[in-house]
């Protein structure tokens, strides 16, 4: 066996060891690709949870402009029926004037003055403020 001579077990050794060699570049080239594939997945659900962020913020951005319409929605109501309301005031003192027996006398100062107001604020599209 010292004389060079390669014997059958020394051929499996070898065999064996090749094997081994192989096996393990193989199983090196496995992790590695597995590895590759854990960090696109970990790239895609970073991406994922960005894209969930930006449509969540989007989302929030949305409400809240719906609610800012509807409070302008709700204010432009209140305003139209205080604004009619002050009309039907005027349309039924004018009227209880016109009826009144004193209708030939001049208009008082306060009723003058109420009407002016009232003229004023529907040119300016503000509401008069009640004395």
Not at 7 to 12: A, E, K, Q, V
Not at 55 to 70: A, K, M, P
Not at 94 to 116: G, H, K, M, N
């Amino acid at each position: 066996m010292c004389g060079g001579q390669v014997t059958l077990s020394n051929y499996l050794l070898i065999s064996v060891g090749l094997a081994v060699v192989v096996a393990a570049g193989a199983a090196a080239w496995w992790i590695d690709d597995l590895s590759d594939d854990n960090d696109e997945l970990r790239n895609d659900l970073l991406a994922e949870r960005q894209a969930r962020s930006k449509f969540e913020w989007l989302l929030h951005s949305q409400e809240q402009t719906v609610q800012v319409f509807s409070a302008i929605r709700a204010a432009n109501h209140a305003a139209r029926i205080s604004g009619e309301s002050q009309r039907d005031e005027a349309k039924q003192k004018i009227s209880a004037a016109a009826v009144d027996a004193c209708s030939d006398s001049p208009v008082p100062a306060d009723a003058a003055r109420e009407l002016q107001q009232l003229e004023h604020a529907t040119r300016a599209g503000g509401a008069v403020s009640p004395d």
